[in-house]
């Protein structure tokens, strides 16, 4: 295995390359290159294809090119297409080349363990984590970076106001028309050049702003705009910045200022990064604000993930800073503590991220980070998790009000939250978090609140929500992705639920590129499909979704797990459930009588019996769970379901047996008879022809379910059967 260059030859050939004369109009060729997708008519997923091109140049590495580049005093001056030309391909070679670089000590452990014929250890700590935390996916999305500064920074809006000369509302506003500009001027040059048939000379002026232009397109006062480019211009030589991981004072600081009044933004993530994360260091050097700053840090922390979790559950299922005593003694504190059915979620929120030290992949530093932002808070919440199960705490609010638990809780679900960028988060959790689960307390779920939040957008109601997260810690031993939204961008197309056959899945980060589009069309207003096609929309307008959407209504533990198992099914099984509700809710409407389908799966093991009865009561309750105890003994499974549903399709009730499968002679006696369950393909036709040959009167219900007469519906104007 060859080995690279040393990182700091490369990067003195980049430092060379980066300060030659014109080098600015290279950077303005790459990120328009590498950063700009083309839309015609609506934002399609496939529009995104190239920014998941391992060829173009991601953001840290666009940083790390701006960085050096800095270092000299920028020369902006005009040159030949064919040396543009040259410095993007030699730019282009040298970060292939530092990423090798970067790479090598993780493959040459493994390589020269597997020459010595040694079990290879792990390559994933120290050295070699530095490859996975430069080039990790993005955790945030620019507009989201941009759209939280003032519920992150609304309570310092005085300090600065004060100190910067802006509130983060109008640093927000800002910075979205430079990003706006950004796209109007390089359409405009990318229009041009297709008129005249020729590429522009140059597409710096693209990122090139006036404090005027600014003010004017924003409607923010002038002043105000110079305050915020003094705030975020680049000043002196970036000295610090020596080799990668060290602190970039360009990525703080992205405005680079020119000597004609002017200064270049190089990307809207810059911009949007720097705004989110810069006023906190601002802040901190204030010694006397600094406490300040840091508990406002914390709260907005918590009170934004109490914000997007009761968006989904409702405020009264959400409870912030719960504090548990037992006797005198508090003995232990929940961030927020979500509560449904039986189902509870504990958050615990810290504010940390990762230190330039363990960036640069010191192994020490790196632990003692990972265990400040992530172990501690999993800690906390597993200690809040026992105390409540058990039982004897009293739970009190940050109101002073008794929170009171579920008589029985099922399952526990613990979330690891932090509010900043962490690199690789992900796969340092599935690497180094060390966790425990029980009957009731499940894997742990680590996030950033960026996460959070395109949870709640995308999955908004407590079931799909709750659903995601039983499958997604379900396979956290197994399923390796370089980011959470690659994970959840599956989960939308295909659902979660993986076979035990396998024993490891790995995720490209372009399976997520259908949600990346579908939250632009939300939070951007951009033209497209705001929800990804597949779990969501495959199934809409179905007794399906009714069914789930009842269920959700309700949360009635009884019938809540029931739930979970109708989100785990494949969309065969999905569209069979539906199928067995149109079914049988129309026979019973036509004969009056109870009518019962069971629909039994392998993949998630189990089944349910639906029941629908014209008059629900105490015995016809008893009648279904008898029913389910036996055709769950019949089938050997875990878990078996029943429900009941009215002649409209309204659940009734349900019954949930969740318990492991025994041998049982007065079982074998009770369901010798019992026939094996039919399959549905078989079940279904013979139901519809029971109800297609059923002579209807004229003034009887129509077979269709519409609601009115045979004579003023069908009669006149026959529909197939099936439709409603």
């Known amino acids: 295995m060859k080995k690279p260059r040393e990182e700091s030859q490369i990067l003195e050939e980049l430092t060379s390359l980066a300060t030659s004369p014109g080098y600015a109009h290279a950077v303005a060729h790459i990120c328009n290159r590498d950063n700009v997708i083309l839309i ?36 902006l001056s005009p040159q030949e297409p064919k040396v543009v030309e040259r410095y993007v391909k030699q730019t282009d070679s040298l970060m292939r080349e530092l990423h090798d670089a970067m790479s090598y000590p993780m493959f040459a452990s493994l390589f020269n363990a597997m020459k010595a014929g040694i079990e290879p250890q792990t390559p994933w700590h120290g050295p070699g984590m530095r490859e996975p935390i430069f080039y990790g996916t993005e955790s945030a999305y620019a507009f989201q970076y941009r759209d939280f500064v003032p519920e992150k920074f609304g309570q ?40 005249t048939n020729t590429p522009p000379e140059t597409w710096l002026p693209a990122f090139e702003f006036s404090v005027d232009e600014v003010a004017f397109r924003s409607r923010v006062s002038k002043d105000v705009v110079e305050a915020f480019f003094r705030a975020f211009a680049f000043v002196g030589d970036n000295p610090g910045f020596r080799e990668v991981g060290d602190f970039n004072e360009v990525a703080a600081r992205p405005l680079l200022p020119t000597d004609r009044g002017t200064v270049l933004l190089f990307s809207h993530y810059a911009i949007c990064e720097a705004l989110y994360e810069s006023p906190f260091f601002w802040m901190w050097d204030d010694k006397s604000y600094r406490q300040t700053a840091s508990t406002h840090r914390g709260i907005f922390t918590e009170q934004f993930a109490a914000r997007r979790l009761a968006r989904v559950f409702g405020a009264g299922h959400v409870h912030v800073n719960v504090n548990l005593h037992r006797g005198k003694d508090i003995v232990g504190e929940a961030d927020v503590l979500v509560i449904y059915g039986d189902r509870l979620i504990i958050v615990q929120a810290k504010a940390k991220k990762l230190t330039i030290a363990a960036r640069k ?123 959470e939204l690659t994970v959840l961008g599956y989960h939308l197309k295909k659902n979660l639920w993986l076979d035990d056959k396998y024993d490891t899945v790995i995720l490209e980060d372009s399976v997520a590129q259908d949600l990346d589009a579908a939250m632009l069309v939300r939070r951007e207003n951009l033209p497209g499909d705001a929800t990804p096609e597949g779990i969501l929309t495959r199934m809409r307008g179905t007794r399906y979704e009714s069914l789930i959407e009842e269920i959700e209504a309700r949360a009635d533990p009884a ?109 074998e006696m009770l369901t010798a008879d019992m026939k094996p369950g039919a399959k549905v393909r078989d079940v279904l036709p013979v139901h519809a022809q029971a109800v297609k040959h059923m002579k209807l009167g004229r003034n009887d219900p129509c077979s269709c379910g519409s609601g009115l007469k045979y004579k003023r519906c069908c009669l006149s104007e026959p529909r197939a059967f099936g439709r409603s």
């Open 559 to 667: 019938t809540l797990e029931l739930g979970f198992h109708l989100l785990s099914m494949s969309e065969d099984s999905c569209k069979n459930v539906h199928r067995i509700l149109e079914t049988i809710t129309r026979q019973t409407k036509l004969d009056g009588k109870r009518h019962d389908v069971t629909l039994a799966s392998s993949a998630p093991p189990g089944g349910v019996s639906f029941h629908c009865n014209p008059t629900p009561s105490s015995e016809a309750i008893a009648v279904l769970e008898a029913h389910c105890t036996k055709r769950k003994y019949k089938e050997r499974a875990a878990q078996w379901f029943g429900v009941s549903v009215s002649p409209s399709g309204q659940v009734q009730f349900g019954v949930t047996l969740d318990f492991p499968w025994e041998a049982s002679k007065e079982m």
């Open 40 to 75: 015609k008519g609506k934002l399609k997923p496939s529009d995104m294809n190239w920014l998941f091109n391992g060829e173009r140049l991601i953001r840290t590495e666009i940083m790390t090119i701006l960085g050096v580049m800095a270092k000299k005093p920028l020369d």
């Open 156 to 195: 310092d809006d005085a300090w600065l106001l004060k100190s910067k000369g802006f509130t983060s509302s109008q640093a927000r506003i800002i910075a979205k028309t430079m990003c706006s500009l950004i796209d109007e001027k390089g359409t405009r040059l990318l229009s041009d050049a297709r008129e």
């Open 361 to 483: 992949g010191n192994d020490n530093q790196l632990k003692a980070d990972f265990a400040a932002a992530i172990q501690d808070s999993y800690d906390q919440g597993w200690t809040c998790a026992n105390e409540m199960l058990a039982g004897g705490c009293r739970l009190v609010d940050d109101k002073d009000k008794e929170v009171q638990l579920p008589a029985s809780i099922k399952e526990v679900f613990l979330f690891s939250l932090v509010s900043e960028h962490y690199p690789a988060l992900a796969f340092q959790a599935s690497q180094s978090l060390k966790s425990q689960t029980t009957d009731v307390i499940r894997a742990p779920f680590v996030m950033d609140v960026f996460l959070l939040d395109t949870l709640t957008e995308m999955l908004a109601t407590p079931l799909r929500l709750l659903g995601y997260v039983k499958l997604r810690v379900a396979v956290s031993d197994k399923l390796m992705s370089g980011h």
